[in-house]
DNA sequence: ATGACCAATTGA
DNA sequence: CAATTGGTCATG
């Protein structure tokens, strides 16, 4: 399978690396001048330049190197093939771009020193993709090709794939699921009709989304093309595969994922490469999959923080999709419950269409929801009710609800990093120069922007005028046993944390779970309660509201609709917009707002973020060296908060990709928020690529830069 | 990253 | 004046 390149290199082992490649290289041209007839021998008669990528961490090298394919590996050293060259003295692995007759270079080629095998892993859509993902975040095309094409495995590829047989899934009956949606059964026909349309997609609560979703890609597939869905985690990813093996049949998609393990997720993605199958569902590591004549991207809760890449160059599913929508022409649903602010900018755009029931319809699938304040504890006497501490209107919800079927407990998860917040109206305290959120850093100092540092002596609240300030303090937990003793003739079941449940049934029972953990009940839950929302909405985060409402949709979507006595009871302030918003259950006009608010404080998807974190001295040398596109701002630097626990379960780093944060995490760090208008975007991002380079050349450490990044503490 | 090279700086 | 250090440059 592999050859070495051996017979010259083993004369000249004793020569400095650079000088036997130079030497070899040398020798090759100067036989193929003397005798033209040999050349062949040595070096491929067709095509004896291969464009290597080189995987080397620096920015500035971040370009194909050519070199001479030897005669013997002609056959394995193809495009997208593996293979391993001698560059500045050592071995490194490289991805082969291209074969071509000739070299731009001027000086001489050194050989390939071995094709490690002739499978074409990175296709030329993946490698242009992978081009315009590092420039939109800054960072290099191999740090992206890590994330995109996983580790070899060697017993694996020399297993053949079977190719899959066409599928002849029922049009009108995938027509018929999405009638509830205007425009639903047009999309699904001119996805059949080999059509690109790019919706903003808003799945009516209670819904079957998965079987939607296969629906649009078993429609694409039958175009003759393929089809990616990407989901957060490994529970929505069962219910599309399921969905997938009920629309296409057996054994014509893939699900591709980072937990399968090497050998298993190797094979998928072989599959997918081999172009043996071409409908594919996965998490956010299956969006750079090599889809054969992909004709659908689809993202499922684009909002959920799963999405956002924890390694370099941070890129976020969406975006990944998107780009590949754009680059490969084909037809994206963005979709979820909620609808994400870069959503409603695709729609402002007119990137994609809204595809969304009538009102009618909404209110009819979505259940009843109240608002009931936290101190109404009328009921303390009953003993039941006061070890479950729940107001009154939230006790006798879960009470009726259990006589009709399971009741879910949406309970919010601990160590949240909270804001400062009117004390007034509970509205968070922001920035009035960069709409940052505001701390208390020490006794007897004014409170201090976590952005830009700066003190604001004389603040007051720009709702309500009030000037006090207060920490929301974090509330009463109760654990899932304290509030099934409330209730003690049904059964409890946890869900959050290590033991997450992906269903329940349908009979009557206490389902207490943390936002993102909650399971889906067997004919929907006959009653939701939201405990303690203002607890996520004391976040610090950029997208704390955003993100509350999210969590609170898709818990209550997992109720009963109205129309069948389904109902949710939230706990909180009725006049907090958020929760007005879930009251009324508009996650669009929502998302309309905050859309605005984003513009008028210069944030992300309206602005373009990136932060650079590193240590305080190196800071200020990078950013007097960075140019800076016009209208770009400065915040900070400052010292990075306190890290928040990070959400999901704690996996250990996967093996052989993982490369260590160029930051070290234990030093203290400070952190600078650099900002420009949107269309500065990409300037932004070529003149920190150039800062990389030249720290890199320099021997300077680098610096963490992210993009827009999910969160911003 | 790694190594090569040149220039400036340091030490006896 | 030699040895050492630091910045710059190229890597095919």
Redesign the pocket.
Known sequence: MTDEHGDEVGQLALM????R??AT?RETRQRAEREPEKRAADVASERPVA??LVD???A??D??????VPAKLDDQVVPGSRVK??????DVDGFVLERVEQ?????????LRRAVSAEPVLTPAVARLSEVVAARYAGTRSDVLRLAVPGRHARTEARETDLSEPAHPDLGAVRGLWTAYDGGPALVKALAAGQRPRAVWSALPGDAWPVLLAGAAAATHSSGRGALICVPDGKDVARVDAALTAALGKGRHVVLTADLGPAARYRAFLAVSRGAVKVVVGTRAAAFAPVHDLGLVAIWDDGDDLFAEPRAPYPHTREVLLTRAEEEHTAALVAGFARTVEAEYLLRTGWARPLAAARSVVREAAPRVDVTGATDRELERDPHARRARLPRLAYEAVRDGLEHGPVLLQTPRQGYVTALACDTCRTPARCTVCSGPLQLTAAHRPPSCRWCGREHVDWSCAVCGARGLRAPVVGERRTAEELGRAFPSVPVRASGGERVLATVPGEPAVVVATPGAEPVAEGGYACVVLLDTWLMLARTDLRTEEEALRRWLAAAALARGAGKGGRVVAVGDPAQPTLQALVRWDAAGFAGRQLEQRQSAHLPPASRLATLTGPAEQLTGAVDSLRLPPGAEVLGPVPVPPRGPARGQARGPGPGSARASPVDDREPVERLVVRVPRSRGAALARALVEMQGVR????LP?LRVQIDPIALE
């Open positions: 400095p690396g650079l000088e490649a130079r290289a464009r290597v080397v961490p620096l500035h090298l370009r194909p190197f050519d070199y001479l060259v001698r560059f500045a003295g050592q070299s731009e270079h001027e000086g001489s080629l050194a050989p890199a050349a320099r021997k680098p």
